[in-house]
């Protein structure tokens, strides 16, 4: 599959000008609860708000979307042209917090990608389709920062070859 599909998201997120600063959410009576500091929560927001981004590139390149139908499985959303296609495009969303040193400056950070015992292990445990049917990996990292919600986006594109 041909797709560029970095530049084909980054282009959808310039388009609709998102604001990606969560911060609550509002029952329909108006009232607002804080969704306080779960990265979880707030990354499961983000797999939300990209999944109608993901939907327009599929109806646009003749491609289905599939999300992932449990939250332990791999990848957050498969691309794919049908259920037989073995260039099937992974596309996992990755929220982290940013963490500072005691002088202020920042250090590293920890993304987690999965579990290597389940899908990387037999290629069919926790994953919506077999390993060997994915083309592409790409993976959305998003750091988050305390006082201000969204500071950083990085795509990850992988290419993983394992032994099964």
Known sequence: MGLDFIRLFNK?????????????????DGKLFSLGSDSKLIG???????YNILQEIADENG???????QQTVY????LMKSEADTEKIAVDIKTTYRKFLKNGQ???????????ASYMRDGKKNI??????????Y??????QKVKCLILRIWVSCQCHTKM
Do not use: C, N
């Open 63 to 69: 491609l289905i979307l599939y999300p992932s139908q």
């Open 44 to 50: 499961r927001i983000f797999e939300l708000i990209s």
């Open 75 to 78: 990848p957050d959303f498969t």
């Open 139 to 144: 993976v959305e990292m998003t750091m988050l």
């Open 12 to 28: 959808k997120l310039e388009e609709k000008d998102i604001d990606w600063e969560v911060s609550a959410l509002a029952s329909p």
């Open 106 to 116: 920042p250090s590293g950070y920890v993304f987690t990608l999965g579990s290597f």
């Open 128 to 137: 919506s389709f077999p390993y060997d049917q994915y083309a592409k990996h």
